[in-house]
């Protein structure tokens, strides 16, 4: 297991150097300038030639852009530095560190939900198949697929608004001290999140289950006797679980960006509100540090998804002879 | 009189659709016998042991009629409850696939003990001595190391025994055995079919037991019943039945062994194929970087030579090399050794090169529903090849073509718009022969090609194959594990274990004079029964 493990990290760091050269790369290839924004914001528009390259010259973007490239990877490989915000005098680190707790939470909630609603809802449709309940849960699977996360998140803050004055809370306390008011104001925004996600799961666990349901094995556990509550849990389930926990590590990505858009909506701190502003300043110092935080993120979402195999499915323990 | 221990009478099964699967059918077992229920894929025999435990897809399934009394008791109106009680307790069963039915996620002592802890109520200490009793019942080897081990850390037989355990385990008074020993090896077979006779007269059990193999039958039933279309066409003692059967299709049954031989060789036929020394090895890696640290090898230095309208057959149990030999001989698998097909030196080709020579050598597999694709007609899978090598002139030379082809392997050519699900197995298997034929190949490899359908059916492809071989002057690398349509079909036989030939030679001298071991008892589980 420990072999595996090195090996899987070790082969993470080629993985990463790619994802760094590219994210750098196409940050820059991003239309507008960065010093005519600041230029202009200044109102500094018609000054010289010579306020420019004094300009340039402090960001740092005078040099050629791979000994950039390369000034930025010894910060990150000597002093963990992803280097500082073109605009404001803070670290990027300082920057992701502040609003990655929000991001987190958000997204863990909501892959929470997602599998919270997916899960029972996928084995009861496959269990009853083409009864009134299936048909409701497939319904709500179609729905939840085809109306877009940003447009439900917008009617759920504009339309209690309208009537009755009411607002989603958008005042973050610490979890640790508060839990009920730190949840409060998640809970609407991660449902939202969750339950588009769990329209894929629960089609997924569906016809997963369905199709473990006629496995031979499952043929056996009814010829032992078992009630069905046992035959469903303890032998199909488990089956059924292992392609969609693969699923959900394909869908982390996806996750991410639900995120940068509802946060926008509910007017959540997170890392997708900073990315948002990064690039509309193109500050490329907070957008490929976000890029190449979220890549790790989801390389390690995907190592503890492929874990997970070896917990679940015997055939992968790894190392063992 | 008791009522018998078990009464199936008039019962019928019907699925979605109206398909009568199964029209009025009469049996009894009686406690400590075996009967046996006969017949060929499709005559319903499956299906009426899985309507004793309303095992069926209901509500897909129905009995339009029927009753089914066990010690007296109708289980057609029984409760969901009693049922439950009934399945794993007095009534225990086993399927076909002991691989796929044990369950890949829990271990052998789980599945055991979940039947015992089901109807018995034990706690799970006191569980586990009886499912060490259990294992050593049906002589598992150091069953307290097995104890953790999951399914496919164990072999097809060992698995098939975890199986007997977890359906004896509460000492039911009926055993329904579906198909048992099907996907098992021949020396296999033979130990689990003797283990199941052992139990059954040391427990006293009934056991119903599902079959189409007639060696099977008369190895183990006291009595057998003879299905054919979802009904019973005869019924009696075994040896009765088999020695005078009265029925045509017992007859056609019992006579459908594949026999005969394969036509003698010209004295100067042209050698097709010669190998010298060929290995196939896979690697196996271990530590952090995956070094590799010693090889598995699968084909261990095998040669053979081949001529035209000669076949080589190759005999083996699962895991002996045989499938990757043939795979190496048509350089379908990296392997090393020299290949000499038709003048060809095959091991220094690559590329553009090896695959001219392709539509000259072909391959049939074993599986005629996995190995013809479900999207493309009959006509498409006859043609691809075709096309591909670009042997047709024009369009009408392809028609023509396709269907000399199909007719030659005894397909009407109104067939070459069906989709393989549209076909029976032996058709789909005349396809697959139909496809390598139409590109006129000097050799055949037949990986298994009459594993996969009923012994009715074999007989006939194996009369096809040698049909097409004289006329064609083919010659065939025929793999089996089927003893039987290997002596029917081979004139030069290679016995092989752990990728190695143990022993080789003319079929009549291999069959009558085996030397080895080995080769003594595969003949011996084989034939031993007539």
């Known amino acids: 297991m420990s072999g595996y493990l090195l090996r899987r990290l070790l082969a993470l760091l080629p993985t990463l150097l790619v994802a760094s050269i590219i994210v750098f790369g196409v940050v820059r ?22 306020t420019r390259a004094q300009l340039e010259e402090a960001l740092g973007l005078d040099k050629p852009i791979y000994v950039q490239y390369l000034v930025w990877m010894k910060n990150i490989v000597l002093h963990g530095d992803l280097g500082d915000s073109l605009w404001r005098n803070t670290s990027v680190l300082s920057e992701i560190g502040e609003r990655l707790p929000i991001t987190l939470e958000l997204g863990l909630l909501s892959l929470f939900f997602a599998l919270l609603i997916a899960v029972p809802v996928g084995i009861y449709s496959a269990v009853r198949q083409e009864t009134l309940g299936d048909h409701v849960g497939r319904t709500f699977s179609i729905v939840a697929l085809a109306v877009p996360n940003f447009w439900a998140g917008t009617l759920v803050v504009i339309l209690p608004a309208m009537w009755w004055g009411w607002a989603p809370p958008n005042e973050i306390e610490p979890f640790f001290e508060s839990p009920i008011q730190n949840l409060k104001v998640f809970l609407v925004p991660s449902l939202i999140l969750g339950a588009s996600l769990s329209a894929v799961v629960m089609r997924m666990m569906r016809t997963m ?39 959900v590590g394909i869908l982390v990505p996806i996750l991410f960006g639900g995120t940068v858009i509802i946060e926008q909506i509910f007017r959540l701190p997170g890392i997708g509100q900073l990315l948002l502003d990064a690039v509309t300043a193109r500050d490329y110092p907070i957008i490929t540090g976000v890029f190449l935080v979220a890549g790790v993120l989801v390389m390690t979402v995907n190592l503890l998804v492929d874990l997970c195999y070896g917990l679940l499915d015997p055939k992968v323990r790894f190392d063992r002879k | 009189m008791s009522a018998p221990l078990l009464q199936v009478s008039k019962l019928a099964v019907e699925f979605n659709g109206g398909v009568q699967a199964v029209r009025g059918v009469d049996f009894t077992v ?72 044990l369950n ?31 294992l050593r019942l049906v002589q598992i080897p150091e069953p307290e190391r097995r104890l953790t081990a999951y399914p496919h850390e164990l072999s097809g037989g060992q698995r098939q025994r975890v199986m007997i355990a977890m359906a004896l385990a509460n000492d039911p008074d009926l055993l329904i055995a579906d198909e048992p ?126 001529r035209a309208g000669e076949t080589v057959g190759v005999v083996g149990e699962s895991g002996s090399g045989k499938t990757t030999l043939g795979l190496a001989l048509l350089r379908l698998t990296g392997a090393s050794g020299q290949i000499r097909f038709d003048g060809h030196r095959l091991d220094a080709y690559k590329g553009r090169a090896l695959r001219g020579l392709r539509k000259s050598m072909q391959i049939v597999f074993q599986d005629p529903f996995g190995s013809l694709s479900p999207r493309m007609s009959v006509e498409q899978i006859v043609a691809e090849g075709m096309d591909v090598h670009r042997i047709a002139t024009d369009k009408a030379d392809r028609e023509a073509r396709i269907v000399q082809a199909l007719e030659e392997v005894g397909l009407g050519a109104e067939l070459r718009h069906r989709y393989p ?43 096809l194959l040698r049909d097409l071989q004289a006329r064609h002057g083919l010659a065939y690398i025929f793999i089996s594990h089927d003893l039987k349509v290997v002596k029917a079909m081979s004139h030069y036989v290679l016995v092989m274990k752990e990728g190695r030939v143990v022993e080789e030679g003319e079929t009549a001298a291999i069959y009558e004079d085996p030397r080895e071991p080995y080769t003594r008892q595969l003949l011996a589980a084989a034939l031993n029964i007539r």
């Open chain 2, 181 to 306: 020993t099907t996907a098992l090896d021949v020396t296999v077979q033979a130990q689990i079919l003797d283990l199941i006779k052992d139990l059954q007269q040391r427990l006293g059990m009934g056991v119903l037991l599902i079959t189409h193999d007639l060696n099977v039958v008369q190895r183990v039933s006291d009595r057998m019943v003879v299905m054919q279309d979802g009904r019973v066409v005869e019924h009696g003692e075994t040896a009765a039945v088999l020695a005078r059967p009265t029925h045509s299709y017992t007859r056609a049954l019992v006579e459908a062994e594949p026999s005969g031989q394969p036509r003698p060789l010209a004295g100067n036929a042209a050698e097709v194929l010669q190998a010298r020394d060929v290995r196939v090895q896979f690697p196996l890696k271990a530590g952090v970087f995956g070094r590799v640290r010693d090889y598995f090898r699968a084909v261990d230095g095998v040669s053979l030579q081949l």
């Open chain 2, 104 to 134: 890949p996620l829990h271990t052998v002592e789980k599945q055991i003990r979940e039947s015992l802890l089901v109807h018995k109520g034990l706690s799970k200490a006191d569980a586990r001595e009886r499912v060490l009793e259990l």
């Open chain 2, 30 to 101: 009686e406690r400590g016998e075996t009967v046996a229920l006969v017949g060929e894929s499709g005559s319903g025999k499956s299906v009426s042991a899985l309507s004793v435990l309303q095992l069926l897809p209901y509500p897909n399934a129905r009995h339009p009629d029927g009753s089914i009394r066990f010690r007296g008791e109708e289980l057609m109106t029984a409760s969901p409850q009693r049922m439950r009680r009934l399945r794993g307790g007095r009534i225990g069963m086993i399927f076909q696939e002991p691989m796929t039915s």
């Open chain 2, 421 to 463: 699900h549209e076909l029976s197995g032996g058709q789909r298997q005349r396809v697959a022969f139909a496809r390598a034929l139409a590109l006129k190949p000097r050799l055949l490899v037949l990986d298994e090609p009459t594993s996969a359908l009923d012994r009715s059916v074999q007989a006939q492809v194996v009369e």
């Open chain 1, 29 to 50: 290839l991003v239309p507008g300038n960065v010093l005519d924004l600041m230029l202009s914001e200044n109102d500094f528009a018609s000054s010289s030639h010579e």
């Open chain 1, 209 to 247: 289950m369905l199709e473990v349901l006629r496995q031979d094995y499952v043929r056996t556990a009814w010829a032992k006797g078992l009630p069905e509550r046992t035959v469903v849990m303890r032998h199909a389930v488990k089956n059924a679980l292992i392609p969609v926990i693969t699923l």
